[in-house]
């Protein structure tokens, strides 16, 4: 079955720096197009960044741009979110987000992993 595992996460300071990573498994990992999402308390689910399948292009929240680098390693079947300076407002449980079809022209099904938290605290 499809599985992605996120790890990376901590307690980082305001200025701070860190990888998260998420290593998917059970599906074709190079053809799928990838996301990060967060989720801070009380706060909907945000879109943070996306990747195409083959790391052609990407797109980033406004919230994000300049300060935050998806890519990926499909020989790792590994997609990473690289966070430089950090903002106590990163503050936020961060999803790795897969988007598995069965065929070109199937209907997408979209998987989660199960979160790594980010805490940037001064």
Request: aromatic share 14%; net charge neutral.
């Amino acid at each position: 079955q499809v599985q992605l595992v996120e790890s990376g996460g901590g307690l980082v300071q305001p200025g701070g720096s860190l990888r998260l990573s998420c290593a998917g498994s059970g599906f074709t990992f190079s053809i799928a197009p990838m996301r990060w999402y967060r989720q801070a308390p009380g706060k909907e689910r945000e879109l943070v960044a996306h990747i195409f399948s083959d790391g052609s292009n990407t797109n980033y929240a406004d919230s994000v741009k300049g300060r935050f680098t998806i890519s990926r390693d499909n020989d790792r079947n590994t997609v990473y979110l690289q966070m430089n300076s950090l903002r106590p407002e990163d503050t936020a449980v961060y999803y790795c987000n897969a988007e598995v079809r069965a065929a070109w022209y199937s209907v997408p099904d979209y998987y989660w992993g199960q979160g790594t938290q980010v805490t940037v605290f001064s």
